[in-house]
């Protein structure tokens, strides 16, 4: 069976430093998915071989703009290409009326299907299935441009070909994380932005790789605190607490020129913790 690819592509916020913006392309079954699309996303897509044309889908934590700001460059380099398959967009509230005005005020047409997925803080779930349905009606009678679809629920479920996850985490603005459940026991987690959260806890239980917020060593706790990200010992913290295989420290400010302090507090409680680099990769095996 193929593996499971988790490609860098940035792993700094939320200003570039020694490395980019925050992006994951996590490459599964023919399909590949962007976790988050910091500025830049596109050219470093074009340095690990992948055209935009190759990826279906993205999927945006917040509108923070260190893991948006290069959503509309990717999206009119798609148009471009003259790319016609429809692209999935999941994200919080806020995304499609982002969309709509910048493709106004830059009088771009997508010309091909743009499903928006806005996930909705509110009580109460829908399946996914129920929104595959409707999703299927818009793309047989579209003819492009930008489809918007509100989920009131925390949890969108995509059953096949694999489980993606969203649930609501603590940071300054709404907030998602993912979880992905691939193949085999292949999960991911993808928690940028986040403050210490029993969220992610949760809802990561068990995960095999947990790529996590690790903005601040413990001796800026104060400002972790304040700005609602984690430390990297909170990080560590996390993974033991949730059980996780590896732990990805991710989103280090570009304050640390060497990141060797903060891996080393997230070792001394979480052995199998690794700091996320620009392009490196990790091939996972479908089963353990
Ligand atoms: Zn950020
Ligand atoms: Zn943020």
Known sequence: MNPVIITFLGSRGPYPGSDELPSVLVSYGGRNI?????EGTQHRLLEVGKSVASVDSVLITHMHGDHVLGLIPFLQSRSLAGITTPLLLVGPSGLGGYLRDSFSHLYFDAG????????VESAGCVDWRDVVEPLKEVLRTSAGGVKLLRIPCDKVILKNPFEIRSFWVKHSIPTLSYRLNLAGSTSICYASDVTSSEEVVEACRGVRVLIHDATFGSELSNKAREYMHSTAL???ETALKCGAEILILYHMSPRYKELGELLSEARKVFRNSYLAEKFTKLYLTPSR
């Open 34 to 38: 962007l976790l988050d699309i910091g």
């Open 112 to 119: 091909y299907d743009l499903v928006v997925v806005e996930v």
């Open 234 to 236: 909170q990080a560590a």
